[in-house]
């Protein structure tokens, strides 16, 4: 007999967050989804929509509240609400660093703090973390997005030492490039300086920032589908790893930014590293 497990998840007007409410309610589950808009493309009896700016913390206790009274219970909250930002660490403004850790690392934590009274009482819960490969390493013009990740990943592994003794389930999910909207009219840019545009052409083949996109364009790589499917599946087997890595080259990505890390450590003399 399977019980029927209510969902909160964030940013689910598109790209992934809405492919993991369309996956969650056709295996017959309740989901309440926010978006800023408080809009979603898709209806259904067991959806409920709701608006939600993540960079509020009263907002993020609202929501959490609010889904928590319409449906009796929440099972699972996926933090997947974030955007990317291009910009050389010189480059991004006060304003630029502090959106961004407001949406990518403090959402998700007002989140958390806010469900966790009601999944310890509960004696069950899980709370997954829609991290990426940029949680592991960094690139070039995106350290402020690759700041949020490491941030994310960071108290999500401590919370998870914390609560896996009260029921609740910590999952941070890596994932590489999907073909979403995030890459193209999703991200975000500081302003450039001169003297980051050679190093603009070689990594992105432009040194013009922002770049122009149409509204609908995706940036290639995994379809959110398949991220939802395989999300689903790891929070509805009873165990898994803390780091769920998914997409296509993901793995062979993140094996070589720690290949790269060990061999940084093994540089430094009396710093042995074992393989």
């Known amino acids: 007999m399977t019980t029927t497990k209510t969902w909160l998840i964030t940013g689910a007007s598109s790209g992934l967050g809405l492919a993991l409410t369309q996956r969650v309610l056709a295996a017959g589950d309740r989901v309440v989804a926010t978006s800023r808009l408080g809009a979603l493309p898709v209806q259904h009896p067991s959806l409920t929509v709701m608006r939600l700016d993540p960079a509020d913390r009263n907002d993020c206790w609202r929501a959490v509240q609010e889904a928590h009274e ?54 069950a819960g899980h709370i997954v973390q829609i991290s990426s490969t940029g949680g592991v390493g960094a690139m070039p013009l995106l350290g402020l997005y690759n700041a949020a990740k490491w941030g994310l990943e960071g108290f999500s592994e401590a919370l998870a030492g914390e609560v896996s003794s009260m029921g609740v389930r910590v999952t941070l999910v890596e994932v590489g490039a999907m073909n979403t909207q995030w890459a193209t009219s ?79 450590y093994a540089r430094q003399p009396g710093f042995q590293v074992e393989d």
């Open 70 to 123: 319409a449906a009796g219970c929440l099972d699972v909250l996926v933090n997947n609400a974030g955007y990317g930002l291009v910009g050389a660490t010189e480059e991004v403004s006060e304003e630029n660093a502090r959106a961004i850790l407001d949406v990518d690392l403090l959402g998700p934590l007002w989140l958390t703090q806010a469900a966790l009274p009601l999944m310890r009482a509960q004696g």
């Open 186 to 264: 999703g991200m975000q840019f500081s302003a450039p300086i001169p003297a980051y545009d050679v190093l603009r052409e070689r990594l992105f083949g432009t040194a013009v920032v922002p770049w122009t996109s149409d509204p609908g364009a995706t940036g290639g790589g995994s379809s959110p589908e398949a991220i939802a499917e395989g999300i689903l599946a790891h929070v509805t087997a009873p165990e898994g790893p803390l780091r769920l890595v998914l997409g296509e080259g993901s793995a062979d990505q993140i094996r070589m930014v720690l290949d790269q890390r060990r061999q940084d």
